[in-house]
């Protein structure tokens, strides 16, 4: 049985992170790598770029391609990780090799959600959170001249965008009342609808999808999909972009803790010694609920990778916490949010501005930001997001970071001062 000091299951932005930490800290310790995915790390948030442009995997990696053999990393790659014994710190792969481990993360991400429906094996039916996914897209797509996307999220938007530019009529499926609902709020979900509609989008709120229809000729290719509704809507492709769910299976097998995610503490640590958890798959620290909860990102699960490595090397390390956020560009608009974007309840004190095309929306609760929504000119975004992230209290100039002049000389001096926020830090 190969034995390895370090193992790390998933190869995108945490075990890459997490990776690049132990080595940093421990120069010659053995580290592997397993990923059922075939190729080297890339962003996933910019697989759209491959069904759009054309771009390679090539194209789309965050690290050279002799990233693991610079840094003594050996790739398990096209392998998937089947099962795990926690106190025998073992895991077996799908070909019958086992690898015993000393320091054991687990970074495995999280699947499409694809609901039950008639139809949806259909040859046309795709999923969109891999590169394999975009590619397999970019091979059906000369056989279709309309395409459905079912749900209008982070991900739905991405492919929409991506199927407009390769000249597809789009229409999109949402089951809320609008699009981007998780991320924005009613106005600046209202700009990026009308950037969509603008583009030649037809966008279908407040409806599911009840099947996914075949022609009368018994062929097992999409021709149209059937709203609860009733209405059919002709189309030869359809992407099922409704979110993803944890891959939580191999921790709950192993009698990890899981919850929504996997239970960590501030270390990445799980409920078993020796075994750490970040990214999309991990349930960590939100600054702004001040408790554990998911947040699918990928500043958060490279974040959440580093300290976990650093703790797998024995350099103590604490998360800081995570929340939300997304910075974007669908169809011209410019958006960052964070956050608490829509408060539940009237606890919370809500400021907006819209002004020349722009939208600022900053969300306050006890005299701190906890949300925020910026929408045209974005610029200023990085120093709200940094007085969120630092708990400052805004009671005193709170007004100010709606208006149209708002920037660094507009906060008390001793904030600026101290570098609290500091210009590099400004999302672009």
Not at 194 to 222: C, L, W, Y
């Amino acid at each position: 049985m190969k034995k390895v000091e370090y193992l790390i299951i998933g190869n995108s932005a945490g075990g890459i992170a997490a990776a690049e930490a132990i080595r940093q800290v421990d120069k010659s310790g053995e580290i592997a790598i397993i990923s059922d995915e075939p190729c080297a790390a890339y962003c996933r948030a910019r697989i759209a770029e491959h069904l759009a442009y054309g771009r390679s995997v090539d194209d789309l990696l965050f690290r050279p391609a002799d990233f693991y053999e610079k840094n003594g990393i050996q790739a398990i790659l096209g392998r998937r990780a089947e099962w795990i014994d926690a106190g025998a710190h073992r895991v077996q792969i799908d070909d019958g090799t086992g690898i015993s481990w000393g320091k054991l993360l687990l970074a495995t991400g999280g699947r499409p959600i694809v609901p039950e429906m008639e139809g949806v094996n259909r040859k046309g039916v795709f999923t969109f959170t891999t590169f394999d996914d975009a590619r397999a897209i970019a091979r059906y797509i000369e056989k279709a001249e309309r395409a459905v996307v079912i749900g209008g999220g982070l991900i739905g938007t991405s492919a929409i965008e991506a199927l407009v530019k390769r000249g597809l009529k789009v229409t999109v499926v949402e089951m809320k009342e609008r699009i981007l609902n998780t991320i924005l709020d009613e106005e600046a979900s209202a700009l990026e609808a009308e950037a969509m509609k603008q583009a030649g989008v037809d966008i279908i709120t407040g409806a599911t999808i009840f099947g996914i229809n075949g022609p009368s000729t018994g062929a097992e290719v999409v021709s149209s999909v059937t709203l609860d509704s009733g209405r059919e809507i002709p189309c030869q492709l359809v992407v099922v972009a409704i979110g993803v769910t944890p891959r939580l299976e191999l921790a709950a097998a192993a009698g990890i803790k899981v919850n929504r995610g996997i239970a960590v503490d501030r270390r990445m640590a799980t409920s078993c010694p020796d075994v750490y958890a970040c990214g999309d798959v991990a349930e960590a620290h939100d600054f702004v609920y001040q408790g554990p909860r998911l947040t699918p990102v990928w500043p958060n699960a490279y974040l959440g990778g580093r300290v976990a490595g650093f703790n797998m090397a024995g350099v103590a390390a604490d998360y800081p916490g995570g929340t939300a956020i997304n910075s974007m560009k669908y169809f011209g608009v410019d958006i960052t949010s964070a956050g608490i974007t829509v408060p539940p309840d009237d606890s919370y004190r809500v400021l907006r501005r819209r002004q020349n095309g722009s939208y600022r929306r900053v969300v306050v609760k006890v005299g701190c930001v906890v949300g925020m929504v910026f929408a045209g000119d974005i610029e200023k975004s990085g120093i709200v997001f940094k007085l969120m992230k630092e708990r400052v209290d805004v009671s005193q100039f709170v007004e100010t970071l709606v208006a149209d002049d708002f920037g660094l000389i507009c906060l008390p001096e001793d904030l600026w001062r101290s570098q609290l926020v500091a210009p590099d830090k400004v999302l672009k």
